[in-house]
């Protein structure tokens, strides 16, 4: 059974950093690219990252870009989501997510299976 | 950016109901189109991938058309379960950006 875990969320002041992490397990994890998608309160959808299965592609939104940085340890099966300079912006549901087979080791935007989110809230 | 544009943004109605949803691409995106459903605080789910094609384990009362900017969602006949919220998402382009949501209700 496929299962993603994800942890590291919490409550956070204006401009400071948090990693969130994604345990996964029920596949063979380097073999699958993985992805962030975050849910403000009420809001719709917003893809945030994602990252090849081997790790050497990552895409951002441009509204994570240069705060926010996505990466892996397959050793681990964990993906990670750095995310510094926080503002109000970021409070959102954020949800870990792998990538169809048919992406191969690419990301190509679709998520099969989704964990159940981590709450990240900025506020002072 | 590829703007989702989806319609309604809200509907009512009754189990075994024939429901469509609509989505809009602001710029061609071939069949790089994406379904999922969303219930109240839970993750989302993949219900049909690349226009038409069902995610295993999904009824076969949903289906997925379309291509280039204009798709549709369909479920044949409305059961309890598929009360939700429902999102469109093109995976053409990065950013892959998602419809504002179709809130399904009884």
């Known amino acids: 059974e496929i299962q993603l875990l994800e942890s590291g969320g919490g409550l956070v002041q204006p401009g400071g950093s948090l990693r969130l992490s994604c345990a996964a397990s029920?596949?063979?994890?380097?073999?699958?690219?993985m992805g962030w998608v975050r849910q403000a309160p009420g809001k719709g959808l917003e893809w945030v990252s994602d990252i090849s299965g081997g790790g050497g592609r990552t895409s951002h939104a441009d509204s994570v870009r240069g705060r926010f940085t996505i990466s892996r340890d397959n050793s681990k099966n964990t993906v990670y989501l750095q995310m510094n300079s926080l503002g109000a912006e970021d409070t959102a549901v954020y949800f870990c997510?792998?990538?169809?087979?048919?992406?191969?080791?690419?990301?190509?935007?679709?998520?099969?299976?989704w964990g159940q989110g981590t709450v990240v809230i900025v506020s002072s | 950016d590829i703007q989702m544009t989806q319609s309604p943004s809200s509907l009512s109605a009754s189990v075994g109901d024939r429901v469509t949803i609509t989505c809009r691409a602001s710029q061609s995106i071939s069949s790089y189109l994406n379904w999922y459903q969303q219930k109240p605080g839970k993750a989302p789910k993949l219900l049909i991938y690349a226009a038409s094609n069902l995610q295993s384990g999904v009824p076969s009362t949903f289906s997925g058309s379309g291509s280039g900017t204009d798709f549709t969602l369909t479920i044949s006949s409305l059961q309890p379960e598929d009360f939700a919220t429902y999102y469109c998402q093109q995976s053409f382009t990065t950013p892959y950006t998602f419809g504002q949501g179709t809130k399904l209700e009884i």
């Open positions: 029920g596949f063979t994890f380097s073999s699958y690219a």
């Open positions: 997510a792998k990538a169809p087979p048919y992406c191969g080791r690419d990301s190509c935007g679709a998520f099969d299976f």
